[in-house]
């Protein structure tokens, strides 16, 4: 079992940059690929990233693609999310997600229901 928690979200302005992280518990963090979801008002939740267990291989939401990065440190149990020219729709808590399974269609990792854990998530504002 892994416990995840997420930190540094906060308030930006448009076209600005943002750094969230998720922190796992447990040795075995690297047995997990990785997923970061968000959810604003109203709205399902909804994928963003996933990297693989030993951070080679991302995929992304083609709404980020190209503005955030998805890494991770499997020495400090972490996993980051690099946002950079942020804009208002990006408004939502992001939400960080750890998977025990494989598939070799990436287009699983898009849905929540093939994630185990998931942390309490974290408001990410954008304003105009």
């Known amino acids: 079992q892994v416990q995840l928690v997420e930190s540094g979200g906060g308030l930006v302005q448009a076209g600005g940059s943002l750094r969230v992280s998720c922190a796992a518990s447990?040795?075995?963090?690297?047995?997990?690929?990785m997923g970061w979801f968000r959810q604003a008002p109203g709205k399902e939740r909804e994928f963003v990233v996933h990297?693989?267990?030993?951070?080679?291989?991302?995929s992304y939401a083609d709404s980020v693609k190209g503005r955030f990065t998805a890494s991770r440190d499997n020495a400090k149990n972490t996993v980051y999310l690099q946002m950079n020219m942020l804009k208002p729709e990006d408004t939502a808590v992001y939400y960080c997600?750890?998977?025990?399974?494989?598939?070799?269609?990436?287009?699983?990792?898009?849905?929540?229901?093939?994630?185990?854990?998931w942390g309490q998530g974290t408001q990410v504002t954008v304003s105009s």
């Open positions: 997600a750890a998977t025990e399974r494989y598939y070799s269609n990436s287009a699983y990792y898009t849905q929540t229901e093939n994630y185990d854990y």
């Open positions: 447990g040795r075995t963090f690297r047995s997990y690929g």
């Open positions: 990297i693989t267990r030993g951070g080679g291989t991302t």
